[in-house]
């Protein structure tokens, strides 16, 4: 066997019918493209078709198989008609990744409670009832997979995230669930959670002074790029992950491990 085809046997996705919400994002566009390049059949949600029909002209491009829908995860309504949707044209699920998601950084006072049900809503209740509808199929397969992202805010915590960080602890909370609940049906669930990575979402933490908090607490000094993302995910989506369930990885540069030391002699660039 060559060492692409060994390769191929243990990640590819050919095969996979997978669907990825916040297809349109910062991050959501990487993966999707990621999983195209690996092989999926790729049903990509977001909220507006005309940004869809354009990650699914860049994934067709490359020979490639996409599908984009419409799919608000505000509305509950939504949800059933989708998968039904789903179901009718593909015959399966295989994969289903939550990555839409939202955020706004106000204080615990402040918070509004119609921005509260925002949040909760898109982050993590119809996540909640998304992945009922799409695990009623897979149950009746025996087989599937569930990958939520999660965040650093799932088990650290950034000031202002109170409504943010709470829906990404339930998703994790979720993913464990989802672990315990169905692996007796052939059905596996972990989550990525990501670090500070550059997207129009955190934009605004990188061309600001805050960059001077976040640059020395990242072991590596930088944002992460969205494609960075994109080999944990393919892991996770793929049978090379198959004994790995309810586990949530941090994808986040040495954010957790502790950040960039200060200083000490070492003169190793001298030495060697
Ligand atoms: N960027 C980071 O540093 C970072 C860190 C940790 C976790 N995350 C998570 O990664 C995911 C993607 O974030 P991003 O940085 O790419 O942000 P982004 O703002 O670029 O993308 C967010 C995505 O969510 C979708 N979305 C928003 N409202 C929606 C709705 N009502 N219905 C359906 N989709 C909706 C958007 O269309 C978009 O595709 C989010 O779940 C976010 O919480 C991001």
Not at 11 to 30: H, M, N, P, R, Y
Not at 198 to 205: C, E, G, H, K, S
Not at 224 to 241: F, M, N, Q, R, Y
Request: aromatic share 8%; hydrophobic share 40%; net charge negative.
């Amino acid at each position: 066997m060559s060492t692409s085809e060994y390769l191929s046997s243990l990640f590819s996705l050919e095969g996979k019918v997978i669907i990825l919400t916040g297809a349109t994002g910062g991050i959501g566009e990487a993966l999707a493209m990621g999983l195209g390049r690996a092989g999926a059949t790729a049903v990509l949600t977001g909220t507006r078709q005309e940004k869809l029909d354009e990650v699914c002209a860049a994934i067709c491009a490359e020979d490639g198989k996409a599908d984009g829908r419409v799919l608000n995860m505000r509305n509950k309504e939504e949800i059933q008609p989708f998968v039904d949707g789903v179901i009718k044209d593909y015959g399966q699920i295989d994969v289903l990744v939550n990555c839409a998601g939202v955020n706004l950084r106000l204080g615990l006072l402040d918070f509004p409670e119609e921005e509260y049900d925002r949040i909760m809503d898109i982050n993590f209740k119809n996540v909640y009832f998304l992945t009922q509808a799409v695990g009623r199929e897979m149950i009746r397969r025996h087989t599937g997979n569930v990958i939520n992202i999660a965040s650093y805010n799932t088990t650290g915590m950034l000031g202002g995230c109170s409504v943010y960080g709470a829906s990404k602890s339930a998703i994790y909370a979720l993913t464990r669930s989802v672990a315990v609940e169905w692996a007796q049906y052939g059905i596996r669930s972990n989550a990525i959670a990501p670090g500070h990575i550059l997207t129009p979402m955190t934009a605004v933490n990188w061309n600001t002074d805050r960059a001077d908090y976040l640059r020395p607490r990242i072991a590596m000094e930088r944002p992460g790029k969205p494609e960075e993302l994109v080999g944990c995910l393919i892991w996770l989506a793929s049978d090379a992950s198959s004994y790995t369930t309810g586990q949530l990885f941090n994808v986040d540069g040495g954010y957790l491990a502790g950040g960039s030391p200060w200083h000490y002699d070492t003169e190793y660039d001298s030495k060697y």
